[in-house]
């Protein structure tokens, strides 16, 4: 509403007058002050899955987010501090599109932020330190590099739980609490970065990555270590899981081709058991057919070696991965995926893979389809 200075007296009048020349100082003082950003982003995905040999024999028709990406909801900014450096924050959580609830639990502790919370600083361009809640380096990599879905499925039907190191000593928790990162852009396309878990209840975990990329391929290697957060009791030993992998992918025309090989060691958390052996290898493609239209196709063959820790239970998993995506415009695209996981000898006794993909225990493989739509924000 216009206010009216007619009928004011001269006082009021000067106040107005000098509240307008502070407003307007402030104003100018504002812009010209270093220069920041915050940015609401996110993606919602939706599609119906069909699945068989779930638990009881029986198929299972649902309503999830896309098994190729997850629904998030991200708060991410940024500050010019001047002299080349900057400082930057992420916050992120999974929304489960069926039924609107945010975050998701791991290890039976509820996390709102589930997927990344972290403040940064970049004292030059080339250097990024991070600290919160996060990926380690090596998962960084496997994203960045090494794996042909960059490791975005929300389910262990199409994403193997070795695929990138998830701490099995705390409900196979992909991100990592309490965690210090550094991230380094060298010459040449060499990059690189190390990150490390404090000791918390998690446990202390360690990541390293180095890598070389190019417009036409890259190469990397990775390892990780977690420590487990209990002693054993017979033995007062902390069980430890390790990881190294060596990879890259190439591109040959309008296809890029992928190859990950991954050897875990998974110390058991029982007095007297085996150490659990894993080799990993994986084998992607990815077909940009038109800018519209994009296929992918991944193998992950997983030989397991004195599985869950008991000597002589050997077995072999392999999921298989096919999709198509079909972009209706930047921001929307729709997808379809055949996914299979087959097992065989002691991999059909893993109750970690029972429990994830809902398999029945009796049967030696799953399959389904998918369909959905992703929006991004």
């Known amino acids: 509403m216009p206010i009216d200075l007619r009928h004011r007296p001269v006082h009021s009048l ?25 940015q609401v982003y996110g993606s919602m995905t939706a599609a119906v899955t069909t699945r068989n040999n779930q638990t009881g024999g029986d198929s299972l028709k649902e309503l999830t987010s896309s098994l190729l990406a997850a629904s998030v909801l991200g708060f991410r900014g940024t500050e010019d501090l001047g002299g080349g450096m900057s400082a930057s ?16 639990t791991v290890a ?36 960045r590099t090494l794996d042909v879905y960059n490791v975005a499925g929300t389910s262990l039907h199409v994403t193997p739980l070795g695929l990138h190191g ?22 040449a396309g060499l990059q690189g970065g190390a990150s490390v878990g404090l000791d918390d209840g998690a446990g202390r975990s360690h990541s390293v990555d180095l890598a070389r990329v190019t417009e036409r391929y890259s190469v990397a290697a990775t390892a990780t270590r977690y420590r487990s957060p209990t002693v054993i ?30 050897d875990a060691a998974l110390e058991s958390t029982v007095a007297g058991r085996r150490t659990q052996d894993n080799r990993v290898v994986h084998l ?12 992918k196709a991944g193998l992950y063959d997983d030989k397991g070696k004195d599985l869950n820790g008991i000597a002589g239970r050997d ?33 059909k006794l893993d109750p970690a893979n029972i429990a994830g993909l809902n398999r029945d225990p009796g049967a030696s493989s799953t399959r389904g389809f998918s369909a959905g739509i992703r929006h991004d924000f």
């Open 233 to 262: 009791a017979a033995t007062g030993a902390r069980p430890e899981y390790t990881l190294w992998s060596v990879g890259g992918n190439g591109r040959l025309g309008p296809v890029t081709l992928y190859v990950h090989v991954i």
């Open 315 to 347: 077995g072999k998993k392999e999921t298989r991965v096919l999709s198509a995506e079909h972009s209706l415009s930047r921001r929307t695209s729709l997808n379809a995926v055949v996914f299979q996981n087959r097992f065989t000898d002691g991999y």
């Open 284 to 295: 992607g493609a990815h077909w940009l057919a038109t800018p519209q239209w994009s296929v």
């Open 14 to 38: 000067t106040a107005a007058v000098a509240f307008a020349a502070t407003a307007a100082a402030a104003s100018s003082a504002h812009a010209q002050a270093p220069a920041g950003s915050v």
């Open 89 to 104: 924050f992420r916050l992120e959580s999974v929304i489960n599109a069926d039924t609107g609830v945010p975050g998701a």
């Open 108 to 143: 039976g502790n509820g996390k709102f932020w589930n997927r990344q919370s972290y403040v940064g600083l970049s004292p030059h361009r080339a250097v990024a330190f991070t600290a919160g809640r996060q990926f380690h380096a090596a998962t960084d990599r496997v994203i």
């Open 166 to 187: 998830t701490n099995r000593f705390f409900g196979n928790d992909s991100r990592v609490d309490d965690s210090v990162k550094v991230r380094v852009t060298g010459p």
